[in-house]
């Protein structure tokens, strides 16, 4: 199968490019390299060593013999070569990686918030409106956020993208199926919530197949293909701005840093191995939506954990201290998170415990890359308001933890 | 109050800014004029003749002795002029009418379709990010339309923006309130679908004070303040694109042309007049929700009718015959619509019905101005798919009513 996959240089899109070359199909990266620029711009890099995403080509065919075709282009900026590529690749399917990815970045500053919004909208927008114009029949799977339902839950399990609701009629109730609401607790998820109303259209309007992943928080640095050579190493984000929540406690325990929890600790949070995050991706790929069917909706996670009790976790492991921030987000305190995946459970996979994988990426990773450690990018900076960011800035603890500059 | 009106040239926008500006308000018209420059590209004129906005703010200062103060501005594309702009006058209203409006204009091709989102989201979005950004608590009041719920309704009054639902959970059913679900039918309608998620974060996160009104089917030219000199008169747009249903069968009706239903005319379709559109503005106005509010949603409209029995009006009106076309949009062909708009009859609003208003709008308007008329720009031409295209084009009917080239 000939494969776009759209932001194919990033954490997620990287090891998919591998995984679906492995498996024999014919793959092309389209990425503007954004995520590298943003490395530039806040002065902090991944991790692991990465090389050029061309050096990584070029090592994956030495290792595989298979080919990678890299296309550097912008999505969301370049409406009339983005359609000009699709005519003349006309890829069997799209895999759409291809969005500001931070909820911390997308808070930073208003040009921050214009920038996420201008670009995650203009890139789907785009690709939706080049495929009904070259009238191309490829499946586009996209990759969501489980962040679009905000975190405020009414106790229910939350469904697989619809919910039947019941609506009072003159004739009686009447049952519906809707979106399941949204509520996006940051510009970040926000856009991808918009993403759901543009999908929503196109499938309804020129029947595009499409496949939408409501993903959770992606932990973990290798898969299988990653580990074949050390330039294929995926980046391992440990900053305030893209690190997630399981990473930077692993990096803070790798350097003797307290697991800096925000708030009470007791947000939930929705789970995923890298590893499993790609093979999702390969299932979903298998069980194409026909034209003229709603939008598929899958919640791609595994397990739910509260973050209090992921900083126990990791601290059982590594000797770390836990240390209690003020939270520099506008969030519920507390949430219970109770998710549906019988999708993906059905289809075949067979998760990652987090309890298992953990060790192995405190030894693999944060302690063989400690030494690249820079302590000053460890804190979370992005605050969601004006009055957060002060209130966050006056701690007496978070000061403490500031290095002398 | 200092009121800043976005898109205060356009058809609803000029009427308001004049209402407003005649009860004693600051009024700013902030506008890139994209409205004539559409015109322009579509070579296609207001039947009434207007003016330059310089001509007309000019003229209304000669009438009433008021200042109508106009920037010209891109609020889509020139964010850090848009901050400035607030950090320069800071309002204590905006109302925000600055969108590409036309169903048919957004469907064109795939140029018209990004050109709509981009517009669209991006002046919404900047204008939000501004507002948070200057730290300008002033109320915004956005023109939405009943078009972002789609038009196959189950039965029940379609509420004020928010929906009463059921979740089943293991603790026995909760109830919750929701964002009436959307379900948008053009990508223009679609847009005004995201403005929604966007207002909803904003005021969630920002605490930001947001209205929006969703608006039916303007009808009608003349309000009380653009009578006043000729050259005062609000525009009216006939063509295929930008002329409304309701103009467009007075307009044929007019230079003998038959009136074009689309496909049964089984639609029905939520309508108000201009004057009363005005005026409901003015009432939201003086209703503004507090900072930490939900967004308050209206329905403004006033009365709901199916297009054939529209026809058939200005047909018994007119003497006009009616012909049935076959329908470019992608639509149910029959549908029922029931409307709440409790609100703002409670605030005061005492409608103008169609059938009294109408005569007027043939005599006054139609028939003085139908020398201008450009007959080959009557057809609605932009269709919702290529398949679509390609039916409507092969009708008899449709190619007998084509006028020789």
Known sequence: MKIAILGGDGFVGWPTCLHLSNLGHDIHIVDNLSRRWIDTELGVQSLTPMDSI?????????????????????LATEYERVK??????????????????????????????VY??????????????????????AHLIHLGTMGVYGYSSVGAPIPEGY????????????EQQILYPTRPGSVYHMTKSLDQILFQFYAQNDGLRITDLHQGIVWGTHTD?????????????Y??????????????????????????????????????????????????????????IFNQMTETHRVRDLAQLVARLS???????????????????????????????????????LLSEVV??????????????????????????????RDPERQALRPAS
């Open 225 to 237: 293909q990653t580990r074949r050579h050390p330039q294929l190493v995926n980046r391992f984000d």
């Open 163 to 174: 919910l039947d609701v019941s609506i009072d009629t003159p004739a009686g109730p009447r």
């Open 116 to 137: 996420t919004v201008d670009n995650n909208v203009g890139a789907t927008h785009h690709v939706l409106a080049a495929l009904v114009e070259t009238g191309i029949d």
């Open 319 to 357: 000797g770390a201290k836990v240390a209690f921030l003020p939270n520099p987000r506008k969030e519920a305190e507390e949430n219970d998170l109770i998710v549906r995946n019988d999708q993906f459970l059905a289809l075949g996979l067979n998760p990652i415990r987090l309890e298992e994988g």
């Open 84 to 113: 000009q590529w699709f005519a003349e690749h006309r890829p069997d399917a799209v895999i759409h990686f291809a969005e500001q990815r931070a909820a911390p970045y997308s808070m930073k500053t208003d040009r921050h918030k």
């Open 239 to 296: 900053d305030g701005d893209y690190g997630t929540v399981l990473n930077r406690f692993l990096i803070q325990a790798a350097i003797g840093y307290p697991l800096t929890v925000h708030g009470t600790g007791g947000q939930t949070r929705a789970f995923i191995h890298i590893q499993d995050s790609v093979r999702c991706i390969e299932l979903a790929l298998a069980d194409a939506p026909k034209s003229g069917e709603r939008v598929r």
């Open 364 to 393: 693999d990773v944060a302690k063989k890359f400690a030494h690249r450690i820079d302590r000053s990018r460890v804190p979370a900076v992005s605050a969601w308001t004006k009055e957060i960011a002060e209130r966050v800035d």
């Open 54 to 74: 061309q050096e990584r080509c070029r090592i994956w065919k030495e290792v595989t013999g298979r080919t990678l075709h890299f296309h550097l282009l912008n």
